[in-house]
């Protein structure tokens, strides 16, 4: 089955200067993204997960153009986004959509919902004037709200009403791909998994596609059909849902998943606990990023970048850049100082 | 999927959070004792300059030398001045020209800076750093001195006046508002109207201007008793608005020379820059406090 392209990132970064000295000249740069390429279909979700500051939510702005990419290209739809003006850009921002995560800042506390709704619709010129507000009240019933709180203001709903108000505003201008940049972090379990549900039911409804951004990987696994582990700014490991889940390859998404705390008391647990902290973004690690952490360190990862490659036992489309994946794989290469704690 | 359902009865008012904090903010402003006595002497100087001059029965220019330099009396209010003209009579006269100064210069100073501090914090970059490094040359220069310059080089007349005292106001608003445009512009609301095609007039228009309004409001009160001294400074000097008119900086300078004989002359024009300014002054502190409950204390 080939499914129809409908995102394709190539060579993405995402450089933020550094201001230093009296001049304001550029000392350095924040490389919060490092060229990263993948690609998402018509219909799927695709998932970024990551550590904070591991460049995911970097990545959703970039796509949109809140933030100009340093570089590289994003096709959309076949048309090249970074290289469109600020006006033809405009137009295309009704394909594309986003979701934010802090429901208390995402909406403006001075208008009320319809006129947020109403704002998105003339803006992207969606229907005339008189007929908006049958299509607003449409809207909010679609998210779960009634027709009465057309007329309420932010501050008058709860934080996973006003989540419902956000997904309510990306669909009023019927987008192809929602990002949702930590959509439901920022709520409590039980009202995540309603929103989760919610935006399964309109993928379904709308053929919808998302770019999901998150660091839970239990939300993760539930509503993604295919994964991004994210380290520094780099694409580590690329694949479906299983692959990534069932049969990660890379250490750093192996000790990732190893965080997921399990509902069972009883259960025993490998548990991999990384050393020390994220490098900063400015000075990378040279070679493979992820050196300074990772068990299986060698002087090969030092100076060599790995690729993003599939490597032998991993299905099509699964991808990992790690240069001893095989070696780690068939246990000729031992951890180093291994940290393990057991649980159980 | 749990939905709210609207039980009979329980549909409430939408309640406009403009409306609420306009009330939150009355009612703090109503205990502070300061503000509401600053409040009503601004009030009573907005009625005496609009609708004085039609009660007051004396020529503000007409000189009656046989009645010059006297004191205070039931006929002359505040007395009369060396040319024998009724102070207080002048002094209501100039009410309407010292607001029309500070207002109008103001409302200059506070729409320019207004734009410029918008413009910087939303655009950034080299424009932000070319309108502020601009800024801060213009407040280098003390207030009166820049406003000297100006005046002297437009030459003295009320709105040559307004428009120096209004440049001299532009620093203190741009700078306020890049301020608060810096804040605003990194929440996610602008963002997601960004993301959704909106220009960027609209959103400086509609959704950074209304949330950057307090310390603006703030700002215009405060600035307008700075205005007035400045205005009143300059008319001293006799850089502002030309003999006869009774601006009150003018009739203090006049009465300098008989301060000996008729203490009148300056003590009347000067205690009303004083109280003027005063009541803009607690009445805008008090407003700010208002405003923003944190900063209290």
Wanted: net charge neutral; proline share 5%.
């Amino acid at each position: 089955m080939v499914k129809k392209e409908l995102l394709k990132v190539t060579g993405l970064k995402q450089y933020f200067p550094i201001k230093g000295g009296l001049m304001g000249r550029t000392v350095n740069h924040v490389k919060a993204v490092d060229d990263i390429s993948f690609t998402i279909h018509e219909g799927e979700t695709v998932s970024i997960v990551g550590e904070s500051g591991c460049g995911k939510s970097t990545t959703g702005r970039a796509i949109l153009r809140l933030e100009e990419p340093t570089e590289g290209s994003v096709v959309f739809n076949g048309d090249e986004l970074t290289t469109l003006s600020k006006r033809e850009m405009r137009t295309h921002r009704k394909d594309l959509q986003i979701i934010f995560q802090d429901p208390y800042a995402s909406i403006n506390p001075r208008q009320t919902v319809a006129d947020v709704l109403d704002e998105a619709m003339t803006i992207q010129k969606i229907l005339p004037a008189k007929q908006r507000r049958k299509r607003i009240i449409e809207l909010l019933e679609t998210v779960g709200l009634n027709e009465y709180q057309a007329d309420r203001y932010p501050h008058e709903f709860s934080g996973g009403q006003r989540q419902r108000i956000g997904i309510a505003r990306a669909l009023s201008v019927d987008p192809k791909l929602i990002i949702c940049d930590e959509a439901v972090s920022a709520l409590d379990v039980s009202i995540q998994a309603q929103v989760l549900n919610l935006l399964e039911e309109l993928q379904e409804e709308f053929n919808l596609t998302y770019l999901f951004i998150s660091h839970d990987l239990g939300v993760v696994r539930h509503i993604s059909d295919r994964v991004i582990v994210m380290y520094l700014g780099k694409i580590v490991e690329i694949g479906d849902k299983y692959s990534i889940f069932e049969n990660a390859k890379h250490p750093y998404t192996k000790a990732l998943l190893s965080a997921i705390p399990v509902p069972d008391p009883k259960a025993v647990k490998k548990h991999i606990v990384l050393k020390g902290d994220v490098p900063s973004p400015i000075d990378p690690p040279a070679g493979c990023r992820f050196h300074t952490r990772c068990p299986f360190a060698q002087d090969k990862c030092k100076v060599d970048v790995p690729e993003l490659i599939v490597h032998e036992g991993m299905r099509e489309g699964h991808q990992a850049a790690c240069h001893f994946v095989e070696e780690i794989e068939n246990g000729t290469l031992q951890a180093a100082e291994f940290e393990e704690t057991f649980f159980g | 999927m749990v939905q709210q359902s609207p039980v009979a009865g329980t549909i409430r008012k939408p309640v406009n959070p403009r409306v609420e904090s306009y009330k939150n903010l009355w009612r703090r402003l109503r205990k502070n004792k300061a503000a509401v006595v600053g409040g009503l002497l601004i009030l009573v100087f907005l009625v005496a300059g609009i609708i004085g001059p039609y009660l007051t029965t004396q020529d503000p220019n007409l000189p009656q030398i046989s009645i010059k330099l006297q004191g205070p009396s039931a006929e002359h209010w505040f007395g009369t001045d060396n040319y024998g003209r009724d102070i207080f009579t002048r002094i209501i006269h100039g009410m309407g020209i010292t607001m029309t100064v500070g207002f109008f210069s103001v409302a200059l100073g506070g729409i320019i800076g207004v734009f410029l501090g918008i413009v910087s914090g939303y655009y950034g970059g080299k424009l932000d750093t070319v309108i502020m490094r601009i800024m801060d040359i213009l407040l280098a220069f003390p207030g009166i001195l820049l406003a000297l310059a100006i005046v002297s080089v437009l030459g003295g007349s009320l709105t040559n006046l307004i428009i120096a005292v209004g440049v001299f106001s532009v620093p203190a608003f741009a700078r306020i508002v890049r301020g608060s445009t810096l804040s605003v512009r990194r929440l996610e609301y602008i963002d997601a109207v960004k993301a959704l095609g909106a220009s960027d007039a609209r959103i400086i228009f509609k959704h950074i201007l209304p949330n950057v309004m307090s310390p603006i409001i703030v700002q215009l009160t405060l600035r307008i008793a700075t205005a007035v001294l400045t205005a009143s400074g300059l008319s001293f000097l006799g850089l502002g608005a030309p003999p006869p008119t009774p601006e009150w900086g003018a009739m203090l300078s006049e009465g300098r020379a008989y301060m000996q004989q008729a203490p009148h002359l300056v003590l009347f024009p000067g205690l009303m820059i004083v109280l003027f300014v005063l009541a803009f002054n607690i009445f805008g502190d008090g407003l700010r406090d208002a405003l923003d409950p944190k900063m209290n204390k």
